[in-house]
């Protein structure tokens, strides 16, 4: 029986979860604690543009696999920097005063979107070096649910934070959290990774990953693969308030429990994925996916006790993240470890641009068809990219 290293995945876990706290506080808490405090909703919206960084990461992406210190790691040298520079960042903001200074808070928010981006594809590079074929499913199990655990602490329980010690005080804590989870990377001994002597310009470096025609199919089921998951979540929140749920109770049932659930379920498809199908996972996930969207026109045909609303719920996360483990390990696969933060990230950054874009049109086809008539089409499209992934040679 092949032995996992969970040291590894101690490190992965540190991670993961740090990197997704700040983000999840801008994009999450900060909206809410914006308005408590006067704001517009125009200046609320623009919170949105902080996203960015995640989805244009796969720019230069190319540069951190080409350079580094390597004496300290090549991608150890790049997580401790980022991860410096957004603690620093985050101290910076407890001293501004939101009120007075908002702007000055959204542009260093922005700045650190983009510390925590570069992180990421630091992170994952090492992780597809670092971890051996045995531990790619518990390694990637590990990196989707520390996303889940980094978000439920980044937008629920910093809003706890918020209510309970206010602004200074909590982004005080969100740093010493960053610095904390530093000390399993800064013991990490990295293998020295030799530098290639010559390299192509950024524009060729990207175009050389789409040159593998191999892939094509695969990009076409990543970038389609989140479409109906994304209208439908994104629609069953509004849906929650129409219906008549408070704040505390949407919160309540969506980031915590549901993404609670979320990091379980990433933790079992990470122990499970090494033993079944890939192809097959993906498949079983797609079809539960669809019928947990139709599940969600029960609360829009009336039927909406707590009951059946955790449970669709629970049962959506908890499946999603089984299922997003599957493919992030595929990803892994499909990955050079040369060319690791470039391969990975355009592979993500193609299902977030793919799922953003779906979810923002959701709205106007929820107004035009219902949400009844929305959950349909996105079980449709969910149906759509099971005939895509039917055709894959995994």
């Known amino acids: 029986m092949n032995k996992i290293d969970f ?5 992965l876990a540190s991670l993961y979860v740090s990197q997704y706290i700040p983000l999840m506080f801008f994009y999450e808490a900060l909206p809410v604690y914006m308005r408590q405090h006067g704001s517009s ?16 990461k796969f720019l230069w992406s190319p540069l951190i696999d080409r350079y580094g210190f390597t004496p300290w790691g090549h991608y150890r040298f790049w997580i401790v920097l980022f991860q410096l520079l957004v603690s ?32 990421d594809i630091a992170a994952d590079a090492m992780a597809i070096n670092l971890l ?28 706890i934070l918020l209510d309970a010690i206010g602004w200074q005080k909590t982004m005080l804590s969100i740093a010493l959290i960053m610095l904390v989870s530093l000390l399993p990377i800064l013991q ?35 970038a389609t693969y989140t479409t109906g998951s994304s209208m439908a979540i994104t629609m069953f929140r509004p849906l929650l308030v129409d219906i008549g749920l408070s704040a505390a109770q949407i919160g309540l049932l969506i980031g915590v429990v549901s993404y609670g659930v979320g990091t379980v379920g990433a933790l079992a498809g990470g122990m499970t994925v090494n033993f079944l199908d890939r192809k097959r996972l993906l498949i079983i996930g797609g079809c539960f ?24 719920g629970i049962l959506f996360n ?66 759509l990219n099971l005939s895509l992934i039917l055709k894959l040679k995994l």
Not at 7 to 11: A, E
Not at 41 to 56: H, Q, T, W
Not at 94 to 116: H, K, P, S, Y
């Open 188 to 222: 990490h001994q990295e293998q020295i990774r030799i530098k290639p002597k010559r390299v192509p310009p950024i524009w060729r470096d990207l175009g050389e990953f789409f040159s593998r025609r191999e892939l094509w199919l695969w990009l076409l089921v990543l």
């Open 7 to 11: 040291s590894k995945m101690g490190l």
């Open 289 to 312: 996916q669809t019928v947990i969207i139709l599940g969600f026109l029960l609360p829009a045909w009336g039927f909406s006790s707590l009951l059946i609303l955790y449970a669709l």
């Open 318 to 383: 908890g499946i999603f993240g089984y299922a997003e483990t599957a493919t992030s390990t595929i990803k892994m696969d499909k990955s050079d470890r040369d060319s690791a933060g470039r391969d990975f990230t355009i592979q993500t950054s193609l299902v977030f641009v793919s799922s953003t874009l779906a979810g923002s049109v959701s709205g106007a086809i929820a107004e035009t068809i219902g949400y009844s008539g929305l959950f349909v089409l996105s079980a449709g499209l969910t149906l």
């Open 132 to 159: 051996t074929p045995a531990e790619k499913g518990l390694g990637n199990g590990i990196q989707v649910s520390g996303h889940y655990l980094g978000a439920v602490i980044g937008s629920g329980g910093m809003l």
């Open 41 to 56: 909703l125009g200046a609320i919206a623009l919170v949105n543009l902080l996203i960015l960084p995640v989805v244009l």
């Open 88 to 119: 620093l960042l985050t101290v910076v903001c407890a001293f501004i005063d939101i009120e007075q200074n908002l702007n000055l808070l959204l542009i260093i928010g922005f700045v650190m979107c983009i510390f925590c981006t570069s992180q």
